[in-house]
């Protein structure tokens, strides 16, 4: 069975490393046969704010997004329609890399310069939910790398039952 260590968490006060967990769980009997840590596979995603958004003046399934990304206000097309003012998003910036082989470039979309993408769970790799953009909670803190948000990097524990 596997278990994520911050599900676990949620249920319980743990005060030790996962590695240590582990190692008291198969001493009492409940053979951890792996610790197992998972990183996410993007690159210079960054927690945004959208602050504004209008229906793209040539396409009626795409919407003009101005999103505060902590450093700057970036105008990105989206055609996600799950989205609204105010939603904390996952911000791929220029230069990004979202599993690993793919670049995040600077690009018109139907004549109006995107710089960047907001992006879903399975374009982050996390779930293989396509369904619309990853709306994050809003605790998360603005401008910090998605990759440093809690419950994005875990480590499992693989425990034989």
Known sequence: ???????LKDFLVIDMEPH?????????????EAVEEVTPSFHGVVIG???EMEKHPKADNLSLCKVDTGRETLAIVCGAGNISVGDKVPVALV????????LIEKRP??????LGMLCSE??????????????LPDDFVLGEMLADAPGIRDVVLDVSV
């Open 122 to 135: 399975k374009e982050l790799g996390i779930s293989d939910d396509h369904s619309g953009i990853f709306i």
């Open 109 to 114: 979309i139907r004549g109006i310069e995107s």
């Open 49 to 51: 704010r959208i602050l």
């Open 95 to 102: 230069g990004a890399r979202l599993g690993g082989d793919f």
């Open 20 to 32: 240590e967990v582990a190692s008291r769980l198969t001493m009492r009997g409940l053979e951890v």
């Open 1 to 7: 069975m596997r278990i994520p260590f911050e599900w």
